[in-house]
């Protein structure tokens, strides 16, 4: 029997990194998407894949003859008061985790569909729930929500079943890129970001490290999305670690009591 095929993106780290491993043990034939050559995990097949290159999505389309399940999972994450980002930064956090997983699902369709596979959003909680200083992604992930549950009842007709994963915070290398890119804007916008927002971020800061180092495991999230990929009936949504689930629960309090909980929490 042939192997099912697999495309994950944003396979160089993290998540999808263990994603390409527990496939590929699985018994999968993974490709694996990366920005730089060499940085495809061992036993997958490396696609040169910028999600935002229009030209490297169509090449990696072309040289993939069969798939069965695309995880759309590369990712970046924005970190800084939304007074101050500036907007070509904005649009570059929709570009990679809207925009790219459009095209890349676009290009993919025709194979997909022929094969009634499966699409696995990497989503996050943030997609539900956005906190303080993390507006750009926390705006990137809703609206990936969004694209999530249209395609699930476009797609339906063909018989491609669409999930979303939503994990909490998972221990991964994007806080720390997140945190250098930050320090990076914050530079650049200078004295009046920290006179306005100096102290709540730093209170902020501080908690997220805490909460950081509790974080659950890529791997967790790698079997997940294992399960999106073979179960009969997958699930259209799934929460991933404890704080997801409590940050689920406090999305369901009134506005101004949620607001209290995360000004309490959080900003202090
Ligand atoms: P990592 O930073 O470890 O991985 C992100 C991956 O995305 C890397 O392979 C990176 O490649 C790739 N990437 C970044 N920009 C692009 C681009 N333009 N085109 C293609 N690939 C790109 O982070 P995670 O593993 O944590 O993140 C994976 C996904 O999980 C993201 O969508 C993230 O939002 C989501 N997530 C993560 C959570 C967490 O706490 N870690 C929680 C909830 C969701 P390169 O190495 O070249 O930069």
Redesign the pocket.
């Known amino acids: 029997m042939t192997k099912k095929a697999a495309l994950v ?10 994603c390409t491993a527990r496939l590929a043990r699985a018994g999968w034939r993974v490709f694996a ?4 050559p060499g ?1 495809a995990p061992p036993g997958t097949e490396e696609i040169l ?5 229009e030209g490297q999505v169509r090449a990696a389309a072309d040289r993939i003859e069969e798939l069965h399940g695309l995880v759309n ?5 924005l970190s800084i008061p939304l007074e101050f980002i500036p907007l070509g930064e904005l649009r570059r956090q929709f ?3 809207v925009i ?1 997983q459009v095209a890349v699902t676009q290009a993919f369709l025709p194979h997909l569909r022929r094969s009634r596979g499966r699409i696995v959003f ?5 997609g539900q729930s956005a906190l303080p200083f993390l507006g750009p ?1 926390a705006a990137s ?1 809703h609206a990936l929500e969004a694209v999530a549950d249209t395609l699930r009842l476009e797609l339906r007709p063909f018989g491609v079943d669409v999930s979303l994963v ?10 720390t ?1 997140s945190a250098a890119v930050a320090a990076e804007l914050a530079n650049g916008a200078g004295a009046e970001l920290a006179g306005l927002y100096g102290d709540r971020i730093a209170a902020f800061r501080k908690v997220a490290l805490k909460r ?1 180092a509790k ?1 659950a495991s ?1 791997e967790e ?1 790698a079997r997940v999305v294992e399960t999106a990929l073979t179960a009969e009936r997958p699930r259209t949504r799934k929460l991933v670690g404890l704080d997801a689930k409590v940050r689920s629960g406090v999305e369901r309090l009134p506005d101004r009591l949620r607001d209290r909980v995360y000004e309490r929490v959080l900003l202090r």
């Open positions: 993106t944003g396979a160089s780290s993290g998540i999808g990194a263990a998407g990366v920005r730089r940085d894949l910028d999600v935002t290159d999972n590369a990712g970046i994450a570009e990679v985790n790219g990497i989503g996050s909680i943030a992604y992930k939503q994990p909490g915070t998972i221990k991964t290398p994007i806080w890129k950081g974080g890529a999230v």
